[in-house]
């Protein structure tokens, strides 16, 4: 199968005052089959030059400013590596003598 990744935007922290955007929370997910992984953080943004209406906004714009900041690539590989590593572990726990009920 192939991974399907997908990216969102969680919240938006913003200034009251004026709109300004200054926390981005998102998340990043992978699937292939029965095989998941997530990845969660909060990216800060600082003033920028340019400046969109908050509520104009919308998600590729906000994606757009997250990957300006994050690697998305990088991010993207450590997904797949983490469905790699369920499909192949290296390492497992429990006990030899438990049976399954």
């Known amino acids: 199968m192939t991974i399907a ?6 919240n938006l922290e913003r200034q009251t005052s004026d709109g300004l955007v200054y926390n ?5 997910s992978a699937v292939d089959g029965d095989y998941a992984a997530s990845i969660v953080n909060t ?3 600082e003033r920028g030059e340019s400046f969109v209406n908050y ?3 919308t998600e ?3 994606l757009g400013w997250l990957w300006e900041k994050v690697d998305k690539e990088a991010v ?4 797949t590596a983490q469905i790699n590593a369920q499909k192949a572990p290296v390492s497992a726990n429990g006990l030899p003598w438990a049976t399954e009920a």
């Open 24 to 28: 981005i929370h998102w998340g990043a």
């Open 55 to 57: 509520d104009t906004l």
């Open 76 to 79: 993207e590989a450590a997904l």
């Open 5 to 10: 990744i997908t990216w969102t935007i969680n």
């Open 43 to 45: 990216q800060a943004l």
């Open 60 to 62: 590729q714009t906000v």
